[in-house]
Nanobody, 121 residues
């Protein structure tokens, strides 16, 4: 059973930064998704098993960086210039089958419990 534990969410002012962390029980292709109140879950960023390939949503491209931590089972999401529309619960997800990143939530079999990000304007 794959376990994912997220941390790093919180309250930040518009224009500020946050770094989210996800610790997995193994090494997988991983992604971050988010879900705002009343909205569907949406893709944020993903990284390959090796860490050599990354993809971003249009809304986060240029403002976010996904990377592997020093412990390769850890994935980090650095978010800068946060805006009120970035307020959501952020979820870490792992794909235990494929090594390449994907934007589709259907390909991720394992999910963390979520961490809240609130951006005040």
């Amino acid at each position: 059973q794959v376990q994912l534990v997220e941390s790093g969410g919180g309250l930040v002012q518009a224009g500020g930064s946050l770094r989210l962390s996800c610790a997995a029980s193994g090494r997988y292709a991983m992604a971050w998704f988010r879900q705002a109140p009343g909205k569907e879950r949406e893709f944020v960023a993903a990284i390959s098993w090796s860490g050599g390939s990354t993809i971003y949503s249009d809304s986060m491209a240029g403002r976010a960086t996904i990377s592997r931590g020093n412990a390769k089972n850890t994935v980090l999401l650095q978010m800068n210039n946060l805006q009120s529309e970035d307020t959501a619960v952020y979820y870490c997800a792992a794909d235990s089958v494929r090594s390449i990143p994907s934007t589709s939530p259907n390909l991720y079999s394992y999910w963390g419990q979520g961490t809240h990000v609130t951006v005040s304007s």
